[in-house]
């Protein structure tokens, strides 16, 4: 066999045996870990869309809110959402059309609804992620949008009120693959 096909052989062959060892050696785990199921999953499958789907039983108003706003939320975020040490403002602010530089806040920010009360479930307090119930997020997410004037201050939020709130923002915001919400 001339140098040049042995040369091509080699060139042939490692590459397969490099596939068939590598699967091999694929089979052969550890065996660290277990299966991970549904029960286990849910828990941490808390995301909630734009349209409302996703989001879990409970109600609250603003009036409810403002009382765990002072309790929890306040230390960061200042009294009445204005800014706080730890926390930005959550109230107010220019429109945005006054440039991308504009403080954003609830009320002149978000598009929809929903990505507050999703936020707040998944990160507040800051301190303490995940430990408001159902019912002191619906509460707190009432009391912000009341502050911002986007609801009334005796306006129930729950699963089926929240996702029809219209925030000021709504119209500005291009949504480049639509179908896929």
């Given amino acids: 066999m001339s140098m040049r096909k042995s040369q091509l052989l080699v060139l042939a062959v490692v590459p397969l045996a490099s596939a068939f060892g590598s699967a091999a050696l694929a089979a052969d785990t550890p065996g660290l870990g277990k299966p991970i199921s549904e029960a286990d999953i849910a828990p941490w499958d808390i995301t909630v869309f734009p349209d409302g789907t996703g ?98 201050e005796n306006d129930v939020m729950n699963a089926q009120t929240l996702p029809q709130v219209k925030m000021p923002n709504r119209d500005n915001f291009i949504i480049h693959y639509p179908d896929r919400i």
Avoid: W
């Fill in 55 to 152: 989001l879990p039983p409970g109600s609250g108003t603003a009036a409810q809110g403002t009382k765990i706003y002072a309790e929890k939320c306040a230390a960061c975020h200042g009294d009445g959402g204005k800014g706080g040490p730890a926390g930005p403002p959550l109230v107010g602010g220019p429109p945005l059309s006054s440039g991308i530089e504009a403080l954003k806040t609830v009320g002149n920010y978000y598009g929809d609804p929903t990505p507050v009360f999703d936020f707040i479930r998944r990160a507040m307090p800051f301190n303490e992620p995940k430990t408001l119930t159902n019912d002191e997020v619906y509460a707190v997410t009432a009391y912000l949008f009341s502050l911002n004037k986007i609801v009334g």
